[in-house]
């Protein structure tokens, strides 16, 4: 994370309403930080036209998910808890996603 | 049955070891052929120590507390098989407030599991430590104080469901 500029990570996401949010997902999850960072990060997101689902996909999951936390939750907390504690979170970004998006166009 | 536990334990605690040599011993050379990029992680790294400290330290004392003033039949009826909305009020609420890297919480973590705290109240908190309402000025700023409000809420609800659901999957057990 610290060697990949941050720039490149805008340009993993293709555009398309269906991929970008498991993209968005599959890339807050890959990374891990401090929340203040996945907001400035979506913000830059936004700005380039990437889907607000796709943003908040990417910024649920880098809070909830931890691939490099993996191996000590593992560790810790036992294998079992570590997989799908993390596949849940995985999904439920994007469910999060969704929901939140489909609420603030309605409400 | 003991001993086979044992031998796990003391695998795995090795495992914790050799990761560490490993690393340590790739780093070294990737130090020397691209110096910058390594001083960059090398100060990454430090700089991540130094923010894990100090929360490590609230942390143990908040062990140390706990296992003194709290027994293990409080935080069963607390944290347990029925403790019902106080235990979700509980782990949401705290993992809204606590603060510092993840690391320095799964000891923790595991010490209430071993004390009969209930996995999906501790899957509950884990998701909860996403809501940082410090940074939340920061969060409405960029993307909106309506937006904001319906995701914090939405995450802070669904934590439950995934809670009881990930809990479930955790002691699913394929019978033959």
């Keep these: 994370m610290t060697l990949i500029p941050k720039s490149v990570y805008g340009q993993i996401f293709t555009g398309n309403l269906f991929f970008d949010p498991i993209i968005g997902s599959v890339l807050g999850s890959l990374l891990t930080g401090n929340p203040i960072t996945a907001y400035i990060l979506g913000n830059g997101f936004l700005k380039a036209g990437i889907s607000l689902i796709a943003v908040t996909a990417f910024m649920v999951s880098w809070t909830t998910v931890g691939i490099i936390q993996f191996p000590a939750e593992s560790l810790i907390m036992g294998k079992r808890f570590a997989i799908f504690r993390n596949i849940s979170a995985f999904l439920i970004a994007i469910i999060v996603a969704i929901f939140t998006v489909f609420l603030l166009s309605i409400i | ?176």
């Design chain 2, 1 to 176: 049955m003991e001993t086979l536990k044992k031998t796990n334990l003391k695998k795995k605690n090795n495992f914790k070891w050799y990761f560490l040599i490993i690393i340590i011993l790739l780093f070294f050379p990737l130090y020397f052929i691209f110096p910058d990029k390594g001083a960059l992680v090398l100060n990454s790294f430090l700089k991540l120590s130094l923010q894990i400290l100090p929360a490590f330290l609230i942390v143990y004392i908040i062990m140390l507390l706990m296992n003194y003033f709290i027994d293990n039949k409080t935080l069963k009826k607390l944290m347990g098989e029925k403790a019902g909305l106080k235990g979700w009020l509980i782990s949401i609420l705290a993992g809204i407030i606590s603060a510092g890297p993840i690391y320095v919480w799964y000891p923790l973590m595991k010490d209430l599991q071993n004390q009969g705290v209930k996995n999906r109240f501790l899957i509950s908190f884990l998701y909860n430590r996403g809501i940082k309402l410090q940074w939340a000025p920061v969060l409405i700023s960029y993307f909106g104080w309506m937006y904001s409000l319906i995701l914090l809420l939405t995450m802070a609800l669904v934590s439950i469901p995934q809670g009881i659901i990930t809990e479930k999957l955790i002691d699913y057990k394929i019978s033959k």
